[in-house]
C-alpha cells in the first residue's frame, strides 16, 4: 500500500503530484522489506528521481532488493559490480548477479553479460559476448545490435592496424 500510494502520489493521481511525500512513502516501503520499492528507490538514486543522485545509495538499495529477489535489480547491481558504480569494482560478483539475473529470465541480463565479456573481462571473451548479444539482438534489443556493430568495428580497426604494420 505504501509503494502504491508512493506512485499516485508521484503521478498526481488522485490529487496534486508531491514528489517529496511520494519519496516518503517509497522509501517506508523499502525499509518494510518492498523489494519493488527498494528497486524504485535504487533507481530514484541513480537517475535523481525526487531526490538526489547518489550512486552509492542506488548501489545499497539495489542489492537490497536484489538480495530480496527483484530480477532486474540484480542486473542494475550487477552492472553497478561490473563497473565500479556506486561500489567497488567487482567482476565476479558482477557476474553472480547477472547470472542470477539470466537464470530469472530478466532479458536485461543477456545484453549486460555480453557487456561484461566484451568490454570489463581481462582478458575479453568476444566469442561469449557475441552469442549473447546475438540472442538479445534477435529478440529485439537495439543495444545488443550496437553492441555487436561496436565488436565488429573494434575488430575490423584492430585487423587494419595489424595489416598495415
Known sequence: ????????????????????????????????GDRTAQFTLGVAHAVG??????????????????EAGHAAAKVNIGRFAMQGVGMPRDPAAALRWL????DDGELAA???LGELFAFWADPPDLARARALFERAARLGDLRARDFLRRIDEDRSDSETTRDSA
Open 99 to 102: 547470472g542470477s539475473a539470466f
Open 1 to 32: 500500500a505504501r509503494r502504491l500510494l508512493a506512485e499516485m502520489l508521484r503521478r498526481g493521481e488522485g490529487g496534486p503530484r508531491d514528489l517529496a511525500a511520494a519519496t516518503r512513502w517509497l522509501r517506508a516501503a523499502a525499509e518494510a
Open 49 to 66: 528521481d525526487g531526490v538526489p543522485v547518489d550512486l552509492a545509495e542506488a548501489a545499497i538499495w539495489s542489492r537490497r532488493a536484489a
Open 110 to 112: 543477456i545484453v549486460a
